[in-house]
C-alpha cells in the first residue's frame, strides 16, 4: 500500500469512528454504549445494577476473567478492554450464536466502573512542537480530506487503485463481482490485441491487490459472508491464472496468492457455507478447471482435486480431465499433476485406476509426485495395475508400502527385486529399514534364488550389496573366478584377510600352471598392481614368493618379484 493511502486510511477510519475529535481518546472508555447495539447495552446495564458481576480476576496483563450471575453463573472474559483491538468471549449460548451478549456488556461496564478516577487534560489552544497527524486530525475537517484526497487521487494511478481496492466493499452495485474485475483489468489489461506482454511492475500491482483482496476475503469468511467472501476469491483466482498464462515466468510472485485462493474456496464449499454458495464454488470450480489458461501447479491445490474430496463428484470431470490433457500436451510438469488428480478422483469414485496410453511414459513421475505427498493408497492402487507396463515403479511402490503396509515391505520387495533385479531395491532397504525387515528380505530371496545365481556376476554383486559376507566368501571359493573375486575383494579382505590370501595363492598356482608367456606375464603384473591398490601386500608377497620357488624357470616373472 502507499505510504500515502496508508496516511489516507488513519485519517478515513478516523473520522468514521470518530465524529468528535477532540473527545477521540476517550471514546472506547466514556462512549462504551456506542461498542452495542441499544437493546443489548440497556440488558447488560441492567444486569450490571442488579449485581449481576460477582467477581473480577487478571489473569494477565490485559486479560481479565468475570463471573457474571444470571439465573446461573458464566464465566467472561475480556482481552485488552476499552481499547481499539479489545476482544471478550462468554460461554453463554447467545455469545456462541451471535458473537455477543448482554454478560460482557455488564463485565465491561464493571471493569470500567473499577479503573481509578483520571484527571481530564487542558485543551490547548496552541500546538507545540512538529506537525504530526495527530495535531492535523483536530484541525482538518471530513470534507477538507476527503476533497483532497479525491484531488489528489485523480492525478496518482496507483494511488486511485489503493483507494478503490482499499474501500470498495463499502460500496454495494448491482454487480460486485464486474465492480473487483474492474480493479484487477485496470492493472492488467484483458489480452484483447496482439500485444500481450506484461510488465514484472504490473504483475506485482497485481499480487498486492490480490493479496488486498484475499485478506478482504478471510475477513468476509470469518463474518460468515460467504457470497462476498466467493465473489473477492473468484475475480482473483480467474485473474492471477490469466496473468499467469500469459506471463509464465511470474510464478514465483503469482503462487503464492493462487493456492490462497484454492484454500479460501475449499472453505467456502465445506458444510459450513449455505448451499447456493457452495453450489456457486463447485460450478466455478467445474469451469475454471476447463480453461485453457488455468495452470496445473500442485497436485494437493488444484480445481480438480478439490472436486474430488466433494462428497458427489461431478459428473464432467472425466471430460475436464480429458480435455486438459489434451491441452496441456506440450507441458510435462502440469501433465503429471493432471494424471495424479486423476487417480485421485478414479480412488475417491471406487473406480479401476487408469490412464490414457499416451501418457504412460509419465508413470514413474505421476507415482513419485504421489508419494512425495503421501498418497499411499493411490500408488499401491496404480502400481498394481502398471507394474508390467512400467518396472520402474517398484522403487516408488515399496516405499510406499513401507508407510502404508510396512508387514508386506519385504516380501514385496523381494519379489520385485526377483523380477528386476534392480540392486537399488536392495540398497534402499538396507538403508532406510530395520535389520529384522532386511533379514526378511533376504530369506525371501534367498528361497527363489537359484534363476539370479546363474549370472554369477550379478549374484555376486546382491551378495555385496546385501552385506551376506560368508555367503559371498564361499561363493567366491566356489566361483574362483579372478575378475569375480577383484571385484569385491576390497570389501572381503579386511574380514578373510587368511581366506584371501589361501584362495588368491592358490588360484595364481593353478593359472601360471596353465599359462605361460605374455599372456600369464600382463596379468600376473595386473594382479600385483591390484593389490598393492587394496593394500593387500600379504597377499601380493605370498605371490611372488610361489613365483620365486615354484617357477624359478621363468625369468620374465622375476621382474614382478
Known amino acids: 500500500m502507499p505510504p500515502i493511502l496508508a496516511y489516507f486510511t488513519i485519517l478515513a477510519d478516523y473520522f468514521d469512528h470518530y465524529p468528535h475529535p477532540l473527545n477521540s481518546k476517550s471514546n472506547y472508555q466514556g462512549n462504551i454504549e456506542l461498542l452495542f447495539p441499544d437493546e443489548l447495552f440497556l440488558q447488560g446495564e441492567e444486569l450490571y445494577e442488579k449485581g449481576g458481576v460477582t467477581e473480577m480476576t487478571a489473569i494477565e496483563k490485559n486479560l481479565f476473567s468475570f463471573i457474571v450471575y444470571d439465573r446461573k453463573n458464566y464465566e467472561v472474559e475480556w482481552l485488552r478492554p476499552l481499547s481499539k483491538h479489545q476482544k471478550a468471549s462468554c460461554d453463554c449460548s447467545a455469545f456462541k450464536a451471535t458473537k455477543s451478549c448482554a454478560h460482557i456488556v455488564a463485565a465491561l461496564i464493571f471493569y470500567k466502573i473499577s479503573l481509578p478516577e483520571k484527571e481530564e487534560p487542558k485543551v490547548k489552544t496552541e500546538l507545540s512542537g512538529s506537525l504530526n497527524i495527530t495535531s492535523l486530525l483536530e484541525k482538518v475537517s471530513k470534507e477538507e480530506l476527503k476533497s483532497f484526497i479525491k484531488s489528489y487521487a485523480q492525478g496518482d494511478k496507483k494511488l486511485s ?28 489489461k484483458p489480452a484483447t490485441t496482439g500485444n500481450s506482454a506484461i510488465k514484472i511492475n504490473d504483475v506485482k500491482s497485481l499480487c498486492n491487490v490480490a493479496s488486498e483482496f484475499l485478506e478482504q476475503a478471510k475477513d468476509a469468511l470469518a463474518l460468515h459472508q460467504y457470497g462476498e467472501a466467493y465473489i473477492l476469491t473468484k475475480t482473483t483466482l480467474s485473474k492471477l491464472c490469466y496473468t499467469l498464462h500469459l506471463a509464465p515466468n511470474s510464478l514465483g510472485l503469482l503462487e503464492k496468492n493462487i493456492f490462497t485462493c484454492h484454500d479460501i474456496l475449499e472453505a467456502i464449499a465445506s458444510k459450513s457455507a449455505a448451499y447456493d454458495n457452495r453450489k456457486a464454488v463447485i460450478a466455478f470450480l467445474q469451469d475454471l478447471s476447463n480453461y485453457s489458461y488455468y495452470p496445473y501447479l500442485d497436485v494437493n491445490v488444484n480445481c480438480l482435486t478439490l472436486l474430488s474430496k466433494l462428497k458427489h463428484i461431478p459428473d464432467n470431470v472425466y471430460e475436464i480431465i480429458s480435455n486438459q490433457l489434451w491441452r496441456k500436451r506440450e507441458d510435462e510438469a502440469q501433465l503429471v499433476v493432471l494424471c495424479a488428480s486423476q487417480i485421485l478422483v478414479q480412488v475417491k469414485q471406487n473406480h479401476k485406476v487408469a490412464i490414457d496410453s499416451r501418457y504412460l511414459h509419465l508413470l514413474e513421475k505421476t507415482g513419485e509426485l504421489l508419494l512425495q505427498n503421501k498418497y499411499y493408497k493411490e500408488i499401491d492402487l496404480l502400481c498394481k495395475s502398471f507394474e508390467k507396463e512400467n518396472p520402474k515403479l517398484a522403487f516408488v511402490h515399496v516405499r510406499a508400502l513401507a508407510e502404508f503396509k510396512p508387514k508386506t515391505l519385504a516380501p514385496a520387495t523381494a519379489g520385485y527385486f526377483l523380477k528386476s533385479r534392480d540392486l537399488k531395491l536392495v540398497d534402499w532397504l538396507r538403508q532406510t529399514q530395520s535389520d529384522e525387515v532386511f533379514r526378511e528380505f533376504r530369506a525371501e530371496v534367498q528361497q527363489k534364488a537359484q534363476p539370479i545365481q546363474q549370472d554369477a556376476t550379478f549374484y555376486t554383486q546382491y551378495l555385496l550389496r546385501s552385506r551376506q559376507d560368508d555367503n559371498l566368501m564361499a561363493w567366491m571359493e566356489q566361483q574362483r573366478d579372478f575378475r569375480m573375486l577383484m571385484s569385491v575383494d576390497d570389501y572381503l579382505y579386511p574380514i578373510f584377510s587368511g581366506k584371501i590370501t589361501d584362495l588368491y595363492e592358490s588360484m595364481a598356482e593353478e593359472f601360471l600352471t596353465k599359462h605361460i608367456g605374455q599372456h600369464a606375464y600382463v596379468f600376473i603384473d595386473e594382479l600385483m598392481q591390484h593389490l598393492n591398490k587394496i593394500k593387500a601386500g600379504k597377499v601380493a608377497n605370498k605371490i611372488a614368493l610361489l613365483i620365486e620357488l615354484k617357477f624359478p624357470h621363468r625369468s620374465r616373472m622375476s621382474d614382478l618379484i
Do not use: C
Open 161 to 188: 487503485t489503493a483507494l478503490k481496492v482499499h474501500f470498495a466493499r463499502k460500496v454495494d452495485l448491482q454487480d460486485n463481482e464486474k465492480k473487483y474485475r474492474s480493479i484487477m483489468d485496470a492493472i492488467v
